[in-house]
């Protein structure tokens, strides 16, 4: 079993939709966690950091639920410039070894 | 966008052969990470620096060496390339280190092992 695990996609939704991503991570000990954006041949950006509590910026929510493990990425609004594909990373505690899911590609279609 | 550059951006190599992957910043950023993208996998960590000759192993560290002589150049080399390696590798740097702060990646270098 891989330590994060997400939906590969396809999800292929039309400009406005909303759409939710989750992701789930095996290691217990992990601390840290982030969701980066990877357009098509080029390198992964940071998206958002994911806080116990929940955040938000602009369209995109962020939600992390410890007892269950998992992780979860809200766009609402959907623009054609989000068509991309959504990294789920989690950290353990003061540790380099970034983990990172294989990714779940989004297309947003007019 | 952060001053990272990786070189070459794109080499076919053939099985056997030793190859070296440049990583240069221009940010002084403490930490650098070299990883693999391969279809599947998501990106996989290989070994990343804490610091000026200061390195440490990553998930899938084998068959790979790193140096890092000074801060802004981190290397990574194929000792002995193989078909397996073929992959696109990504460069990345980190202020404080990745529990703390984001990495910024580098454009990437496509590698192809015949």
């Known amino acids: 079993r891989k330590e994060v695990e997400q939906d590969p996609g396809p999800f292929n939704v039309p400009e406005g939709a909303t759409v939710a991503f989750n992701c789930t991570y095996s290691n217990s000990a992990s601390q840290s966690f982030f969701w980066y954006r990877q357009d098509c041949r080029k390198e992964p950006k940071l998206l958002m950091s994911v806080y116990s509590s929940g955040n938000e910026d602009g369209r995109f929510t962020a939600q992390l639920n410890r007892a269950s493990q998992y992780i979860s990425l809200l766009i609402r609004d959907s623009k054609l410039s989000d068509s991309a594909t959504y990294l789920c990373v989690v950290t353990p505690w003061n540790n380099n070894d970034m983990r990172f899911g294989a990714g779940t590609r989004l297309t947003v279609k007019p | 966008d952060a001053g990272i550059t990786q070189s070459p951006r794109h080499k076919v190599t053939e099985t056997g052969t030793p190859v070296t992957l440049r990583c240069h910043q221009t940010e002084n950023h403490r930490y650098m990470y070299w990883y693999r993208q391969d279809p599947g996998h998501g990106l996989r960590l290989i070994h990343y620096?804490?610091?000026?000759?200061?390195?440490d192993k990553g998930e899938v560290s084998d068959g790979y060496s790193v140096s890092r002589s000074k801060t802004e150049d981190f290397l990574l080399t194929l000792e002995s390339a193989t078909s397996s390696q073929t992959s696109v590798y990504f460069c990345?740097?980190?202020?404080?280190?990745?529990?703390?702060?984001?990495?910024?990646f580098g454009p990437g270098t496509r590698l192809t092992v015949l």
């Open positions: 620096s804490y610091g000026v000759k200061d390195t």
């Open positions: 990345a740097i980190s202020e404080l280190g990745s529990s703390y702060n984001e990495q910024f």
